[in-house]
């Protein structure tokens, strides 16, 4: 009996679905879940039918974006190990996470709208969240530039704490020194 599964999609048509899940991040972030879906295929290049194609409800666009912006940040643990030293690939990786949560926090409504649904688009983040920090934390501490005593939890409470300071307008700076802190906090210190 032949597969009858999803073929996996062409590369135009990644393409097409990548410029979809970047405009509509900047779309919901930026004008909130009233954003027109015409307006995100628009802004992507593409047709509507393109978008309909790839995410057949708002809700399924909503949270295919989020998801998106989920694992390029997760994703990036990995390839950050791969071109800096462990700890500034964790530092780096940090700065991420703040892009991220804001990103998050202004998908904030258009993510109501998909729990409101019954869809829970924040299934596994924590989880995948917590691996992608453990993996640079242990790197770190491998190579002796980051203690080995820590928790990524605690890694990732402090982070979402720097987070709502990088939320308030003009904070970018202080929430930057704040990850500095946090870092220095982090190193494995001699003696």
């Known amino acids: 009996m032949p597969d009858t599964g999803p073929r996996p999609l062409r590369a135009d048509a990644l393409r097409n679905r990548q410029r979809l899940l970047d405009a509509a991040v900047r ?14 295929a628009r802004e992507a ?47 780096a990786w940090m700065d991420r996470f703040i892009d991220y949560l804001s990103t998050k926090r ?12 019954g869809a829970n688009p924040y299934a596994h983040s924590r989880d995948r969240l917590l691996a992608a920090l453990g993996q640079l934390l242990e790197a770190g501490a491998a190579a002796g530039r980051v203690r080995a005593d820590v928790a990524p939890a605690d890694v990732l409470a402090g982070l979402s704490g720097v987070s709502l300071v990088a939320g308030e307008p003009g904070q970018r700076e202080q929430a930057g020194r704040l990850l500095n802190l946090l870092m220095d906090g982090l190193r494995q210190r001699s003696g």
Do not use: Q, W
Request: charged share 20%; with cysteine.
């Open 27 to 40: 779309a919901f972030s930026h004008a909130g879940p009233e954003v027109t879906l015409d307006s995100i």
């Open 45 to 91: 290049g593409v047709g509507i039918g393109t978008l309909y194609r790839h995410f057949p409800t708002r809700e399924a666009l909503v949270e295919a974006a989020y998801r998106n912006e989920l694992a390029k940040l997760c994703d990036a643990a990995p390839e950050l190990l791969a071109s800096l030293p462990p700890d500034r690939a964790v530092r």
């Open 106 to 117: 202004g998908m904030a409504d258009a993510l109501r709208l998909v729990i409101a649904s």
